[in-house]
């Protein structure tokens, strides 16, 4: 038998590694993979060095590794049964049946055959999960995290919830004074093994695709920031804990142009490829709670995220699939216009936005959802394609959790958990951020030379879209503003909300 680790699986701790201690490792580096999109460097710099560290480290403590660095899977594999003919690979579960049968399917073809275990990465079982979900098709996130709440014992005293509340989501939407300063965010100095990665693929992925390539300098890893080794990872953590979790409440929902991370955790990378496991992420947080080291609406905001919505999207994806991917109830049709790809936008917010994906191939949650996904939903673009251009630009994209949040989150797309659509106006976006005072539209205005554009888009999607949003309880009050508004108010906005994409598709917004 031989532990096969897959790019994003790369825990060492748990799982088939630790399990199975003497037997072989295989990785395959498939460079077909990477070029499915146009991805972030950054991104393929992240996981090639990410398993190359490993392949190092597990090799250094005396273990054989075969790291096959080839084309496609299957000559991978191929290669692999031809020097263990018959063999049996270990490898975590993949997150849905149909990607299982088509691992299986691979893995036959090549000659041998592929045994899954659970995925070290989470918490709750599948089967838990189903247990608790039922057939009905919607999941609500809150219901769940309390019940893992209850079930992991984490914030708990006495089967209450720690402080009496479940959330203290009205502490946590603090915008920082002027004079705050962000707490650095950590770098990680790129060694010989990331440099040798980032040169690689700056010379095999540069270009060759439609869009315009993501990153600046492709060469340069100096710009690279991201852990790549269980150690560093560790690191980032506590250099979370120590220097950003006591003010991740507050400031979570907020958005400063010159502060690209303010206090999130930057963690999603390390979690996603397994260089971290939620339960010491979750319970180094709880530990610096108890020690007095950060306060409760901080350290239940970030459980909430870990244990709550990235269990609860993992789930979602796996049960919703391959539905999810193409899912779009509004019937939204727009393309996703090139300054998404260019970041070239007079508009502040999505300027400063996409500048710092195609810089880093990151930005932080409220960033995605309520400048990003909802600049997009209230245009009307395919989620489909936003969904592809977020999985091209991130360093933390891969597809279970990327096509819920992208394309139910932020797109409505499908209603299996969101209630109502995040759709926002420039009203949302000025009180949350410090955007809107720099940017040459006015964000009072809704129509006529200089308006806004989130302000004729927001009332146009409300109009456009009346039939299926009108009767959802939750939209009631904005459709009451919808009524205020004279049949001549919205013929200029949908004059201006089709002037405004008219801009985005010539690049002059
Ligand atoms: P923090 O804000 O510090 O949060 C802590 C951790 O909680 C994260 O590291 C992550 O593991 C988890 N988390 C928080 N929110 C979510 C969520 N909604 N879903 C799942 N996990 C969550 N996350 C990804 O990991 N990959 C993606 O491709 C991705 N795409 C997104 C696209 C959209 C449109 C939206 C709205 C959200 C997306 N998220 C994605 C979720 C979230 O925005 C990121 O996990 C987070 O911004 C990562 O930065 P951080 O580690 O600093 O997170």
New binding site residues.
Partial sequence: MTVWVRGDQLTRRRGPLADRPGERVLFVEAASFAEKLPYHPHKLTLVFSAMRHLRDDLRQAGRPVDYRRVETFEAGLRDHFTAHPEDTLVAQRPQTDGARQRIEGIVADAGGSVEFVPDERFLCSPERFDEWAGDDGTYRHEEFYRMLRRETGYLMADGDPVGGEWNYDDQNRETPPDDWEAPEAPAFEPDETTREVAAWVAERFDGGYDEPPFGGDWADPETFRWPVTRKEAVEALDHFVTHRLAE?GPY?DAMLGDEW?LA?????TS??LGLLGPSEVIERAIAAYEDGDAPLNSVEG?VR??LG??EF?RHVYRREMPELATANQLGANEDLPELYWTGETEMACLSDVVDGVRKRG?S??IE??MI??NFALLYGVEPAQLNRW??AG?V???HW??TP??VE??SYGAGVFATKPYAASANYVDGMSDYCSGCPYYKTKTTGDGACPFNALYWDFLDRNEDQLRSNHRMGLVYGHVDDKSEGELDDIRERADEVRAMAREGSL
């Fill in positions: 991740f979570q991370a999130h955790s930057l963690l999603s979690l996603n970030f995220q870990v919505w990235r999207m990151y932080h949650h995605r959802l990003l996904s977020f999985h991130y933390d994209a891969f959790v990327t949040n992208v989150m932020g």
